[in-house]
């Protein structure tokens, strides 16, 4: 490992004290200091730097460690899954998955959650705030997830494909919603009769039937009809009629 000595000096270079693998604030952390461009540390003490990216540390053990993302040795096995780790501080908090506390709550709306991260990426919703935008429509989201998602849109891409029959869609809820299809599943009832659906749209529509609005009318003849279907077949009676093929 490449060794340097500490000089105090501003560096965009990143430095950590070995929660390598946490975020940038704590990768910073290695004194007092508010600019994290600025590490704080003991003038002329070693910093060992990784030769595979810019990151450096103050001990050499966290080095090594850190060493293993480039390398691919993962020493640190979870007893539950059998997933594999670089590091100590990966596993420990991957095993948050597998148990159920929640120790992060919202002030707000009461919603529990696993990791600090998760809450406070959820607090988003409270604030309405959307800082990620599409720079082809300039859609909002709140979440870069969500951002990378709607991406897919402006692409041919349809990297969600049904196990089933190989048919392939453009995103996760799109895949999901076909699914259904393969199931006998009819999870949206009716209320009024006894008919059940696949979808929340096929719900919708058939609500439609218990209803005596009749919003849609006929241009020609002026027959109401609730559903949109059946004034587009009337409309082509109507001028059929109107105007017969010769």
Same mark, same amino acid.
């Given at each position: 490992?490449?060794? #340097?000595?500490?000089?105090? +000096?501003?560096?965009?270079? *990143?430095?950590?004290? =070995?929660?390598? *693998?946490?975020?940038?604030? #704590?990768?910073?952390?290695?004194?007092?200091?508010?600019?994290?461009? *600025?590490?704080?540390?003991? &003038? =002329?003490?070693?910093?060992?730097?990784?030769?595979?990216?810019?990151?450096?540390?103050?001990?050499?053990?966290?080095?090594?460690?850190?060493?293993?993302?480039?390398? =691919? /040795?993962?020493?640190?096995?979870?007893?539950?899954?059998?997933?594999?780790?670089?590091?100590?501080?990966?596993?420990?908090?991957?095993? +948050?998955?597998?148990?159920? /506390?929640?120790?992060?709550?919202?002030?707000?709306?009461?919603? #529990?959650?696993?990791?600090?991260?998760?809450?406070?990426?959820?607090?988003?919703?409270?604030?309405?705030?959307?800082?990620?935008?599409?720079?082809?429509?300039?859609?909002?989201?709140?979440?870069?997830?969500?951002? &990378?998602?709607?991406?897919?849109?402006?692409? +041919?891409?349809?990297?969600?494909?049904?196990?089933?029959?190989?048919?392939?869609?453009?995103?996760?809820? #799109?895949?999901? =919603?076909?699914?259904?299809?393969?199931?006998?599943? &009819?999870?949206?009832?009716?209320?009024?009769?006894?008919?059940?659906?696949?979808?929340?749209?096929?719900?919708?529509?058939?609500?439609?039937?218990?209803?005596?609005?009749?919003?849609?009318?006929?241009?020609?003849?002026?027959?109401?009809?609730?559903?949109?279907?059946?004034?587009?077949?009337?409309?082509?009676?109507?001028?059929?009629?109107?105007?017969? +093929?010769?």
């Amino acid at each position: 490992a490449t060794v #340097a000595w500490c000089s105090l +000096k501003s560096s965009e270079t *990143d430095i950590s004290d =070995g929660n390598w *693998d946490k975020s940038s604030e #704590a990768q910073s952390g290695l004194g007092s200091g508010t600019n994290n461009t *600025d590490p704080v540390c003991e &003038k =002329g003490k070693k910093l060992y730097h990784c030769s595979q990216c810019r990151k450096i540390f103050v001990h050499r053990g966290n080095l090594l460690e850190h060493r293993r993302i480039h390398t =691919g /040795d993962n020493l640190y096995h979870c007893s539950v899954c059998n997933k594999s780790f670089p590091s100590k501080t990966n596993l420990i908090d991957h095993t +948050k998955v597998h148990s159920q /506390d929640r120790p992060f709550k919202c002030s707000i709306c009461n919603a #529990a959650f696993k990791r600090k991260n998760n809450l406070r990426q959820h607090l988003i919703i409270h604030t309405g705030e959307k800082p990620h935008s599409c720079s082809i429509c300039s859609k909002t989201f709140a979440f870069e997830g969500n951002l &990378k998602q709607h991406m897919i849109i402006h692409t +041919k891409k349809r990297p969600y494909t049904c196990s089933v029959c190989s048919a392939d869609f453009k995103s996760k809820n #799109a895949l999901r =919603g076909h699914t259904k299809i393969h199931k006998e599943e &009819k999870p949206f009832s009716c209320s009024l009769c006894s008919r059940s659906f696949r979808r929340t749209s096929y719900l919708t529509a058939h609500m439609k039937s218990h209803s005596e609005e009749k919003p849609h009318t006929c241009s020609v003849c002026e027959a109401a009809f609730k559903r949109r279907p059946s004034l587009y077949h009337n409309k082509k009676n109507c001028e059929t009629q109107i105007f017969p +093929k010769r």
